[in-house]
């Protein structure tokens, strides 16, 4: 840790180690709720459960970013965070609207809007956080006076994620209106900015632990925020087959979404190559892992799963079915949890003391998540080719085609136990080390690096 500021980062990953947690527990309580009977009915019905796993996922997800951007922001810009303060109020304030959702939800308590559930007075404080944590960014950045392309990449990815959430802040009585706009935040967040907010942090981790020159990692990343703009806004329409809007919405929909991989093929590839060119000289081998194992997983999940269906033809019998579930999963995990922990996993040394190269349990805990997020991918695929069969194909019930796929569900639950084991590994692993805010006066990640170019890292012209 060069920053003392950058202390702030780990309360945050620790905030967001125990939401990881408690995600999982309640997927694990949606998953056997398939298999019934469900003692939990009266309780916990499968509504409340799975809106709570989805809403986890995103406040978890969102406090890893928030923390890794306070990780990265005062190296980047060579400087102490704007008000430490105001990051942690911001913190205990984003805490607790997430807490109180929970509960909310747990007493039926929610807007209703799949993934943005969140009640009024919740979606206000999201929307007060965010400014709060813009504001804190944009002061460091403005006073350090140094900005660079990876900042600006994931600062446009923040705050456009801001900005896009302001359409959920409205109610429409209107189902096709509501699901129109609804599309604006969650497709163009998950497709769209958040894939710059990724793209941020894949170009920070490769330039600092493959050496990778920073000027290459920064083109490319113009490249995926062109493609991602390019394929991303217009694919918004791969949701818009069936919602009750003019037919003309399909062909778009089919071309332009069909175009989305190219730009996580792209983030593979340049991923990929960094990390053949830097000789793996790094002592950090596990967030290597990450980042790397972050490229690549999105490609399969979002890149490859995401195009499995997303042609009108595919998507007319796979729409809302198990099928959906197994990209949602896939994706989201390769791209926004790998990402984060990623983060993590690079920090950690700095902040804990502990020695770089990685634990033995961090090891387990990437196999056994990446093995057992596979698992779940494969059942759910499974699960949903057989729901799509029996259910729209050969046009048996909803109930009575779930009681024939049982078998899936039963491979669902081995293998999210095994990705459960990975993941309490990895909190295990997080927590085992006190938190040690000791400075590091020597540039290390400079010192570390085992090839790439010094001088566009250090020159104060270009940067100035
Ligand atoms: C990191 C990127 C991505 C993430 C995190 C992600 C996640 C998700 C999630 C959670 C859903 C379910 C949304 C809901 O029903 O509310 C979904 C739906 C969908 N995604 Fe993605 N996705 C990503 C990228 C892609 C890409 C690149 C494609 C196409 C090439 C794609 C195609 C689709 C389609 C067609 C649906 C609708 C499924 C249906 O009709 O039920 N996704 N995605
Ligand atoms: C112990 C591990 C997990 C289990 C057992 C599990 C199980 C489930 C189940 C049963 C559902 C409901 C599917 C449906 O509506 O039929 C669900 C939804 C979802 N889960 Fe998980 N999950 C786990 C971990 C994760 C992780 C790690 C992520 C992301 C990083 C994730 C993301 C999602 C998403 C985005 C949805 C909504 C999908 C949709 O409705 O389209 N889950 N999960
Ligand atoms: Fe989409």
């Known amino acids: 840790m060069r920053y003392k500021s950058q202390s702030v980062a780990y309360w945050y990953f620790a905030a967001a180690m125990v939401l990881f947690g408690l995600q999982l527990v309640f997927g694990l309580l949606s998953a056997t709720k398939y298999l019934g009977p469900d003692p939990l009915i009266n309780l916990l019905p499968f509504d409340v459960t799975k809106v709570i796993h989805t809403n986890l996922l995103i406040v978890w997800v969102l406090t890893g970013f928030m923390g890794a951007t306070y990780w990265l922001v005062p190296e980047e810009s060579r400087t102490e965070i704007h008000s430490v303060k105001l990051a942690y109020i911001q913190l205990g304030l984003w805490l607790l609207m997430g807490v109180t959702a929970v509960i909310g939800y747990l007493f039926g308590y929610g807007a209703g809007n799949k993934l943005l559930e969140q009640p009024i007075p919740h979606k206000i404080t999201i929307v007060v956080v965010m400014l709060m944590f813009l504001y804190n960014v944009g002061m460091t950045i403005k006073k350090s006076g140094r900005f660079t392309t990876t900042e600006g990449v994931l600062l446009l990815g923040l705050g456009s994620a801001a900005l896009l959430y302001l359409p959920a802040l409205l109610h429409y009585s209107n189902y096709t209106v509501s699901i129109y706009y609804r599309w604006w935040t969650i497709h163009l967040w998950v497709e769209g900015v958040w894939e710059m907010i990724q793209g941020g942090f894949l170009a920070y981790l490769l330039i600092r632990l493959t050496g990778a020159d920073r000027e290459v990692m920064e083109k490319w990343l113009y490249v995926i925020v062109g493609l991602v703009f390019i394929a991303g806004i217009l694919g918004t329409a791969h949701h818009y087959y069936w919602v009750g809007v003019p037919a003309y919405w399909l062909p778009i929909g089919g071309i332009f979404s069909a175009l989305e991989p190219v730009a996580l093929v792209g983030m593979a590839i340049y991923a990929y190559s960094a990390l053949r060119r830097s ?158 805010f000791h400075l590091e006066p020597e540039d290390d990640d400079l010192k570390d690096r085992p090839t790439g170019n010094l001088r566009a890292e250090t020159d104060p012209v270009k940067y100035g």
Request: aromatic share 16%.
């Open 279 to 436: 000789g793996l000289a790094h002592p950090n081998k596990l967030a290597l892992h990450w980042t790397l194992g972050s490229a690549v997983f999105t490609l399969f999940g979002a890149g490859l799963l995401g195009f499995a269906h997303t042609f009108p033809s595919v998507n007319k019998w796979t729409h809302g079915t198990l099928i959906t579930a197994m990209h949602g999963h896939a994706a989201f995990y390769g791209a926004y949890a790998m990402i984060v922990l990623a983060m993590i996993v690079y920090a950690l040394p700095s902040i804990t003391g502990r020695k770089e190269g990685g634990s033995a349990a961090g090891y387990w805990s990437f196999w056994l998540q990446l093995g057992g997020m596979f698992g779940m991918t494969l059942s759910f695929a499974t699960a949903g080719i057989g729901q799509v069969y029996l259910e729209r194909i050969l046009g048996l019930g909803y109930l009575d085609t779930q009681l024939k796929i049982q078998v899936h569900f039963l491979m669902l639950i081995a293998t999210a136990s095994i990705f459960t084991v990975g993941v309490v590994l990895f909190i295990y692993d997080f927590f085992r080390h006190a938190p040690r």
